[in-house]
């Protein structure tokens, strides 16, 4: 948490250099990911002066509840900033995702009130897939140093049905990656 904090500082303490530098692609991470043992990576790509596209992948594995999981997404942002190039500036996109869940059912008994018989339910492994959209806006800083900080909120919907529910819905997005940016 501790190295976070310095990481953040550095890089609010570089905006006071904040002349943006022509960038052919960002790779960036996502690191309150970090804390929650995700591990989430974009590379963004200008297509023109006013738009790009992104691509990304994020994978985690909580050991303690078996769940692992891999996502990929994809979108394409339009810049709207009239004094800078893509990726520079304020943008909105459409967003596109795919997500797939691993996890461990354990083993379960249910009663038959009528019956009074028990049923059971061995032990086995699940795994779902899920496909969402969802828009996004926000704002990202590219320094002369290579440094890019993405700034972002938007609001998706997912679909993924599980053995038992469906677990589809409506989710906030709000983000954070930090990255270098390749001339």
Avoid at 2 to 21: E, H, I
Wanted: aromatic share 14%; proline share 3%; net charge negative.
């Amino acid at each position: 948490m501790k190295k976070l904090l310095v990481v953040l500082a550095v890089v609010l303490f570089g905006m006071s250099n904040m002349k943006a530098q022509e960038a052919n692609g960002v790779v960036k991470v996502n690191p309150i990911g970090f804390i929650f043992g995700v591990f989430n990576a974009t590379y963004e790509k200008p297509l023109n002066e006013s738009s790009s596209i992104s691509l990304g992948a994020s994978f985690f594995n909580w050991k303690n509840l078996n769940i692992s999981g891999l996502g990929l997404s994809a979108e394409y942002r339009f810049y709207f900033s009239n004094n800078s190039e893509a990726p520079h500036g304020m943008f909105a996109a459409p967003v596109l995702d795919f997500g797939s869940l691993s996890y461990d059912v354990p083993e379960t008994a249910d009663l038959n009130m009528e019956t009074g018989e028990w049923t059971t339910k061995k032990a086995h492994k699940e795994s779902v897939i899920s496909i969402g959209g969802g828009v996004k806006a926000g704002h990202q800083w590219v320094w002369d140093s290579g440094v890019a900080l993405d700034l972002y909120f938007g609001y998706g919907y997912r679909a993924a049905k599980f053995e038992d529910y469906d677990a589809s819905g409506g989710y906030p997005m709000l983000g954070l990656a930090i990255g270098y940016a390749f001339q």
